[in-house]
């Protein structure tokens, strides 16, 4: 495992649900047991190249989020290795019973792919925008929940999609993702990436966040305060060693992520510093609210996502120490 | 000795074993491990394409009870087909079993399917037949749901997805024993006439006697016989049936009952066992 990181983070040309497609078919070519399901959504999931080139291995459930997650997990019954997409809406909190019995509890080898996390669903709004997923996953036993960062780290981590066994949530977002790493990076699931060594303050992010928060430790560093950043990709399992050692030598926390504080990345990182090394933690993230429509940009400001919000929870947490 | 006879004497012993594991307990899901019975006893008395010594092999049928609360007959079919020891049916829902209420893949041998939450059998079952005809194995699926259980709207989204997929390695039993566990179905919610029902989502349906297995198993090789799409055969049945203390009362889906009830149930079912032996050897 070692990351390169990038000096700095433009979006890249293509959108990650072309990464992901073409990743998973080239996996695909070799490996039979890879089948693909998908809600009436492939065309905004990205997968009509798999399905135009594997007809047979992808199935189109029709809107039935709940029957796709069980035909998943009774062809994984079968040997399959299948991926189910949809809206990470209707991946999560719409099929919740679905993930925890047929798939999670029956210990089958299941990945759930919801994509538009966060504010990334945008235009769909409210409705749409999953700021609850993962908390609402992360309560069920031994699932994998992960959230991919940019290209360079999707693709180096599917090959360890197929070869790990268990029941996956794969946070995806499907649009022009800032680029962070360069190629060449490796990375493991269940071991976060530290981006930039810091002792003063340990920013740790996921997903559209990383970005934000390496651009917030250079506020930082301006303003003399040194900050450590994790990329905290795999939120179950928890990296814990990573957290309280960032506990014991910056002394001072801030979450950042793409979701609801509340059951999310905030409060996963809050269990483990409450039982390890207790310091002041801040919590960027939507603070318990529900989403609603608008641009992108407009969604990151009135929710205070922004490297600015970022680095002022930095200060605050580092005011906070005792 | 005949088929008929076997069937039937299987389904009897299958009966009894299931009151002697719900008999430790003193309570159980008696009213719809009973109306199984018959269903269970064509299955593993001839139908299905299985071996006990190899649980896992590949190519074998798999069986769905997505009405999971069925579990017990299940465990005791399985232990009569030598899948574990017989002795072990006397552990269910006790501390550590591998015999839980509801049916669990990775704890019982033999059980295929975890199930117990309600519809969700019909889709695993769906995943399951899909994923043996991409392997080409000629395996099938069966799946048993329940009429209460066909409340659940993910029951009609596998009910819609079957026959587009032209699943028709999947042979579902539909247990309509016109009960669930506030009532009667069509006091709950009534589902109404599920054979019309499904073959209005292109189902190939069938409607038999649920507790003549001899019925159940030529339901069975015609439902085999159909290609195109799955089949769906509805069982007439009555929760309960076969046990005195449970058959006629109308809330008898978890029931307790006294050790004096209980003794009379096997008597009375050990009776008919005993004549469906001497039927089986004649």
Same mark, same amino acid.
């Given at each position: &495992?070692?990351?390169?990181?990038? =000096?700095?983070?433009?979006?890249?040309?293509?959108? #990650?649900?072309?990464?992901?497609?073409?990743?998973?078919?080239?996996?695909?070519?070799?490996?039979?047991?890879?089948?693909?399901?998908?809600?009436?959504?492939?065309?905004?999931?990205?997968?009509?190249?798999?399905?135009?080139?594997?007809?047979?291995?992808?199935?189109?459930?029709?809107?039935?989020?709940?029957?796709?997650?069980?035909?998943?997990?009774?062809?994984?019954?079968?040997?399959?290795?299948?991926? $189910?997409?949809?809206?990470?809406?209707?991946?999560?909190?719409?099929?919740?019973?679905?993930?925890?019995?047929?798939?999670?509890?029956?210990?089958?080898?299941?990945?759930?792919?919801?994509? /538009?996390?966060?504010?990334?669903?945008?235009?769909?709004?409210?409705?749409?925008?999953?700021?609850?997923? &993962?908390?609402?996953?992360? $309560?069920?036993?031994?699932?994998?929940?992960?959230?991919?960062?940019?290209?360079?780290?999707?693709?180096?981590?599917?090959?360890?999609?197929?070869?790990?066994?268990?029941?996956?949530?794969?946070? #995806?977002?499907? @649009?022009?993702?800032?680029?962070?790493?360069?190629?060449?990076?490796?990375?493991?699931? !269940?071991?976060?990436?530290?981006?930039?060594?810091?002792?003063?303050?340990?920013?740790?992010?996921?997903?559209?966040?990383?970005?934000?928060?390496?651009?917030?430790?250079?506020?930082?560093?301006?303003? !003399?305060?040194?900050?450590?950043?994790?990329?905290?990709?795999?939120?179950?399992?928890?990296?814990?060693?990573?957290? =309280?050692?960032?506990?014991?030598?910056?002394?001072?926390?801030?979450?950042?992520?793409?979701?609801?504080?509340?059951?999310?990345?905030?409060?996963?990182?809050?269990?483990?510093?409450?039982?390890?090394?207790?310091?002041?933690?801040?919590?960027?993230?939507?603070?318990?609210?529900?989403?609603?429509?608008?641009?992108?940009?407009?969604?990151?400001?009135?929710?205070?996502?922004?490297?600015?919000?970022?680095?002022?929870?930095?200060?605050?947490?580092?005011?906070?120490?005792? | 000795?005949? @088929?008929?006879?076997?069937?039937?004497?299987?389904?009897?012993?299958?009966?009894?074993?299931?009151? @002697?594991?719900?008999?430790?307990?003193?309570?159980?899901?008696?009213?719809?491990?009973?109306?199984?019975?018959?269903?269970?006893?064509? #299955?593993?008395?001839?139908?299905?394409?299985?071996?006990?010594?190899?649980?896992?092999?590949?190519?074998?049928?798999?069986?769905?009870?997505?009405?999971?609360?069925?579990?017990?007959?299940?465990? $005791?079919?399985?232990? #009569?087909?030598?899948?574990?020891?017989?002795?072990?049916?006397?552990?269910?829902?006790?501390?550590?079993?591998?015999?839980?209420?509801?049916?669990?893949?990775?704890?019982?041998? !033999?059980? /295929?399917?975890?199930?117990?939450?309600?519809?969700?059998?019909?889709?695993?079952?769906?995943?399951?037949?899909?994923?043996?005809?991409?392997?080409?194995?000629?395996?099938?699926?069966?799946?048993?749901?329940?009429?209460? =259980?066909?409340?659940?709207?993910?029951?009609? =989204?596998?009910?819609?997805?079957?026959?587009?997929?032209?699943?028709?390695?999947?042979?579902?039993?539909?247990?309509?024993?016109?009960?669930?566990?506030?009532?009667?179905?069509?006091?709950?919610?009534?589902?109404?006439?599920?054979?019309?029902?499904?073959?209005?989502?292109?189902?190939?349906?069938?409607?038999?006697?649920?507790?003549?297995?001899?019925?159940? /198993?030529?339901?069975?090789?015609?439902?085999?016989?159909?290609?195109?799409?799955?089949?769906?055969?509805?069982?007439?049945?009555?929760?309960?049936?076969?046990?005195?203390?449970?058959?006629?009362?109308?809330?008898?889906?978890?029931?307790?009952?006294?050790?004096?009830?209980?003794?009379?149930?096997?008597?009375?079912?050990?009776?008919?066992?005993?004549?469906?032996?001497?039927?089986?050897?004649?």
């Amino acid at each position: &495992m070692s990351v390169i990181v990038r =000096e700095t983070f433009e979006k890249e040309p293509h959108m #990650l649900r072309e990464t992901y497609c073409n990743g998973l078919m080239a996996l695909a070519e070799t490996d039979p047991r890879i089948v693909a399901l998908d809600a009436d959504l492939m065309s905004s999931s990205g997968m009509k190249p798999f399905w135009k080139k594997y007809p047979d291995r992808f199935i189109n459930c029709g809107i039935a989020e709940a029957n796709m997650v069980g035909v998943a997990a009774g062809l994984s019954a079968t040997g399959k290795i299948p991926f $189910a997409h949809t809206f990470g809406t209707f991946a999560s909190r719409r099929v919740c019973d679905q993930v925890f019995m047929s798939a999670a509890y029956a210990k089958l080898n299941v990945r759930i792919v919801g994509t /538009d996390p966060g504010v990334t669903a945008a235009f769909n709004g409210g409705t749409h925008m999953p700021l609850e997923d &993962m908390a609402v996953l992360r $309560a069920i036993p031994e699932i994998i929940l992960v959230e991919p960062t940019d290209s360079v780290q999707l693709e180096a981590i599917l090959p360890q999609l197929i070869s790990d066994y268990g029941t996956y949530y794969i946070r #995806l977002q499907r @649009k022009n993702a800032a680029a962070v790493y360069a190629p060449g990076s490796t990375f493991e699931i !269940g071991r976060g990436d530290v981006l930039r060594s810091g002792k003063a303050v340990t920013l740790i992010a996921s997903g559209i966040l990383v970005s934000e928060a390496l651009k917030a430790a250079e506020l930082l560093a301006g303003q !003399g305060v040194d900050a450590r950043v994790i990329n905290l990709f795999t939120w179950k399992p928890i990296d814990r060693k990573l957290i =309280e050692v960032a506990a014991r030598e910056t002394g001072a926390i801030v979450t950042c992520e793409n979701h609801n504080i509340v059951g999310g990345l905030g409060s996963a990182v809050a269990e483990v510093v409450g039982e390890t090394w207790p310091v002041p933690i801040e919590r960027i993230g939507t603070p318990d609210v529900f989403g609603e429509v608008g641009p992108e940009d407009y969604l990151r400001t009135r929710f205070h996502l922004n490297a600015v919000d970022i680095a002022a929870a930095a200060t605050k947490a580092v005011a906070r120490k005792r | 000795m005949g @088929k008929v006879e076997d069937l039937r004497l299987f389904a009897e012993e299958i009966r009894v074993a299931t009151l @002697k594991e719900f008999a430790a307990l003193g309570f159980g899901h008696v009213g719809g491990a009973m109306s199984v019975v018959e269903t269970l006893a064509a #299955l593993y008395g001839g139908a299905m394409r299985i071996d006990p010594k190899k649980p896992d092999w590949a190519e074998r049928d798999r069986l769905v009870v997505s009405k999971g609360h069925a579990g017990p007959a299940v465990y $005791a079919t399985l232990a #009569l087909k030598g899948y574990f020891p017989e002795a072990e049916l006397f552990t269910l829902n006790k501390p550590g079993t591998n015999l839980p209420s509801h049916c669990d893949r990775t704890k019982t041998v !033999g059980i /295929d399917m975890t199930t117990g939450s309600l519809g969700q059998g019909m889709s695993t079952a769906c995943g399951l037949a899909l994923g043996q005809k991409l392997d080409g194995n000629g395996a099938r699926t069966y799946l048993i749901i329940g009429d209460g =259980e066909c409340d659940e709207g993910q029951i009609w =989204e596998g009910a819609l997805f079957a026959p587009h997929y032209k699943l028709d390695n999947l042979i579902a039993f539909c247990d309509k024993n016109g009960q669930q566990l506030d009532g009667y179905v069509k006091n709950v919610l009534d589902t109404g006439d599920l054979a019309a029902k499904f073959a209005a989502f292109g189902w190939f349906t069938q409607t038999v006697d649920g507790h003549d297995p001899s019925a159940v /198993d030529a339901a069975i090789q015609t439902a085999a016989a159909h290609t195109g799409g799955p089949s769906m055969i509805v069982l007439n049945t009555v929760k309960g049936h076969g046990c005195t203390f449970a058959e006629g009362k109308e809330f008898n889906h978890h029931i307790a009952f006294t050790k004096e009830e209980m003794t009379a149930a096997l008597i009375s079912a050990g009776a008919i066992l005993s004549a469906a032996r001497a039927a089986a050897k004649a």
